[in-house]
């Protein structure tokens, strides 16, 4: 709880309020923006092989979450981490949108060792043999590279 320390009088409540507001027009984004959306020589992006892979596609690849069911695991943890970093930014008079950055970063570093950790489905036989390796979701790095989060208005 915020407690007037007698430094704020009527405009400098609003002023408050007001900026207080400005946050709430902010979001986080987390997964594969544009500005790290690779294109691979096949032809396909990050964003796409990342949603692929997310929802799965029909009869190919079956659903391997990592971004909502990260959210979804997290969203306790992360809505405290949020409030503690709100309540330090208001308090210090602090309204960049740091705490909205802090946040975006725990989750993109969840998402990422989630992803490293292993995700099932098991791969099909013929794709561990053809990318030797067990683990779904890696293949070059390039996909787990461009996860990151961002900062935007709603």
Do not use: C
Not at 10 to 38: M, Q, W
Not at 70 to 80: A, F, G, I, Q, R
């Amino acid at each position: 709880m915020i407690k007037n320390s007698g430094k704020f009088n009527g405009d400098g409540i609003k002023a408050l309020e007001a900026r207080i507001r400005a946050i709430g027009k902010k979001k986080v984004v987390v997964g594969v923006p544009t500005s790290t959306n690779e294109w691979r020589e096949d032809g396909l992006s990050n964003a796409t092989i990342a949603a692929a892979h997310e929802f799965g596609v029909s009869g190919h690849i079956p659903e391997r979450s990592f971004l909502r069911s990260t959210l979804h695991e997290k969203k306790y943890d992360v809505s405290k981490l949020l409030f503690r970093e709100l309540k330090s930014d208001i308090s210090q008079g602090d309204f960049s949108g740091r705490a909205l950055a802090i946040v975006g970063e725990k989750l993109s570093v969840e998402v990422k060792r989630k992803i490293q950790s292993g995700i099932s489905p098991a791969l099909d036989s013929k794709t561990v043999k053809r990318k030797r390796s067990s683990k779904p979701l890696i293949d070059t790095g390039n996909m787990l590279q461009s996860i990151t989060y961002e900062v935007r208005d709603k």
